[in-house]
């Protein structure tokens, strides 16, 4: 476990269960108990906004799991920087990684105090695995680096994951420049994995969806359209196929492949 420890004061406002937090609204989404009435309400009504909110959340999970599995057996990728880990939930980073690859090393970043509770008890692997937890924001790559090499070898490649946590930068707080700073850590040959909440898919009950988690949390939804998303690879290479919905990256099946969804994704590799 890598990080500072909060003051008393810091870790009672950050533990606030009254207003719904992303990671906890995500885990009643996915099925989950780790999560308070705040959150419920929340998804109760993100639901109503938008009925595919299950669905897409499915479809995202299993976007991770597919491009983890990609990485490690088609790629040799053996280090994932997972940012924006959420709850433990099926098909964990570490846990598609190793079985790939038992010495794969996994570190973990999220800055909700719940989500650390549960990752130093479940987010763990056998060695040679190894498997890291660092309480950080995005929106300070510069710790997260830092921690990070406690654990992962930057000087071989990385995967940087930034599975559905960019909609959670505004573009005040820099999200391309802090893209672009964790890839220039990672050596060639790295990849950088993102999905994010679309503005131009199921537009209006996607605005809706937002307009009504934003009234409630203190995290606020920044919906992006395709180009926008597109962006965040800009100077990387793509791999096929491309940015698009996260049900359609190499899906396993037609079923997976049909899941109604309102999320962007791809995968791209550092070649310079
Ligand atoms: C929607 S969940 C996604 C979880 C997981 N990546 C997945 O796709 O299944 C978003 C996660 O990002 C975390 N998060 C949101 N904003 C963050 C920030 N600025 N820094 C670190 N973590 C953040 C939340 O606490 C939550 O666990």
């Not at 763990?124 to 790559?141: H, Q």
């Not at 710790?143 to 930034?162: E, G, H, R």
Request: proline share 6%.
């Amino acid at each position: 476990m890598t990080g500072e420890s909060p003051n008393g004061e810091e870790l009672l406002r950050r533990l606030s269960t009254a207003v719904p937090h992303p990671a906890r609204v995500y885990d009643v989404w996915l099925g989950g108990k780790d999560n308070y009435p705040a959150d419920r309400a929340a998804a109760a009504a993100g639901l109503e906004a938008f009925p595919s909110t299950i669905q897409s959340v499915r479809a995202n999970r299993a976007f991770l799991a597919r491009a983890v599995e990609y990485l490690a057996a088609a790629e040799g990728v053996r280090q994932f920087l997972d940012i924006g880990t959420g709850l433990p939930s099926a098909n964990n980073t570490h846990e598609v990684a190793q079985k790939v690859a038992e010495e794969a090393r996994v570190v973990y970043v999220d800055n909700d105090p719940v989500v650390m509770l549960h990752a130093q008890a479940l987010l763990t692997s056998a060695a040679p695995g190894v498997t890291d937890y660092i309480e950080a924001d995005l929106r300070d790559p510069r710790k997260i680096l830092a921690d990070a090499a406690l654990t992962l070898d930057f000087t071989q490649p990385v995967a940087i994951m930034l599975i559905a946590i960019l909609h959670f930068i505004s573009d005040d707080d820099y999200p391309y420049e802090i893209v672009n700073s964790l890839m220039d850590a990672v050596p060639p040959g790295s990849f950088l994995v993102v999905s994010h909440l679309a503005s131009d898919i199921f537009p209006e009950e996607l605005a809706a969806f937002a307009r009504d988690f934003n009234a409630r949390s203190s995290e606020k939804v920044i919906l992006r359209n395709r180009d926008e998303v597109a962006r965040f690879f800009t100077g990387l290479d793509l791999v096929e196929p491309g940015v698009v919905e996260v049900s359609k990256w190499r899906p396993r099946s037609e079923l997976e492949s049909a899941a109604a969804n309102a999320v962007w994704c791809g995968v791209a590799r550092k070649t310079a």
